[in-house]
């Protein structure tokens, strides 16, 4: 269970998708004065070195954060998610990536709440450093703490369990990210059922799920299963840099599944999602595709058409 270290795949293709789009859900967010609570189910360990460590063992930034760094003509939208990135790297060299819960640190307000779980006891460590890290660099510059005080809380608990805890709101607004290693099927169905229950407590939040796409049959089966979780309206969106393997090994598709998404999410992924298949794409099956939808159920009469 503990054999997943999300620093082998920081910065790579999934990885841009999801903190792009994740970008794009807080900034919408950020539109309104009242303050929301951003809960990290699996929040790794926030911040990876692309020159040592784990990183260099394949590389895997050079499928997604490689090949976007530098570039001049980023769409609008995700010069945005870039520059969070660019801040990471004062020197103008490409050398950390941020993991989530920084990407949402960032760019959350002083009134926003950070709610962080990470189960792994060497991850979670890190993650709680990189934080200290951070905390003492901003108190240097005389800018606001990060972990001192109740704005972000770091949990050695299950994600998953722990998400109801949370729900609803004080705010009565939140944004929750659900990013599971999927190394065990059973992360397909905690995902489907989380969200089931999350979504009675708080009907009105805004969830995103990160899910890779392979062959396995959970993995497949995994988009529709969510089409049927109770919500106003869901998103999929999804990349593919290039077709299957013919050996069935790698990662070369993943989605995100966003329930209760902005309405101007799909305006923007139309304008960036081009952008990444070109950069990005290794050969002519490279894509992405955009859905959107209502729940196939209807059976919360909150949400009746
Ligand atoms: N969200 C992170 C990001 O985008 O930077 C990456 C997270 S990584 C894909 C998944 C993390 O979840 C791993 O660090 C793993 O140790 C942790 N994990 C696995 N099962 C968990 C659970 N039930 N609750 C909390 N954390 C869990």
Sequence with gaps: MFSYRHGFHAGNHADVLKHFVLVQLIQYLNQKDTAYTYVDTHAGAGLYAL????????????????????????PPALAEYMNLIKEMNPSGKLRYYPGSPFCAEKILREQDRLRLF????????????????????????????????????????????????????????????????????????RVKSALDEAVKRFPSGT??????????????ELPEKLKRVECKEWLNVSLSISGPAPDGFGLHSSGMFILNPPWTLV?????????????????????????????????NPRFKK
């Design 118 to 189: 990470e189960l792994h006891p060497s991850e979670i460590k890190v993650l709680s450093e990189n934080f200290r890290k951070l905390d003492a660099h901003q108190a240097e510059q005389g800018k606001r703490p990060t972990v001192r005080g109740k704005r972000i809380i770091i949990s050695d608990t299950d994600g998953f369990d722990s998400l109801k805890s949370l729900l609803p709101p004080p705010s009565r607004r939140a944004l929750v990210l659900i990013d599971p290693p999927y190394e065990v099927k059973d992360d397909y169905r």
């Design 51 to 74: 020159d040592s460590g784990y990183a260099t063992k394949n590389a895997e930034f050079e499928t997604g954060i490689g090949p976007l760094w530098g570039k001049t003509d980023l």
């Design 207 to 220: 969830y995103a799920v990160w899910y890779p796409i392979l062959q396995r049959m959970e993995s497949r």
């Design 267 to 299: 305006a923007t992924l139309k304008e960036v999602m081009p952008y990444l298949v070109a950069v990005l794409g290794k050969d002519k099956q490279a894509k992405f595709e955009i859905q959107t939808g209502t729940p196939l159920t209807g059976q």
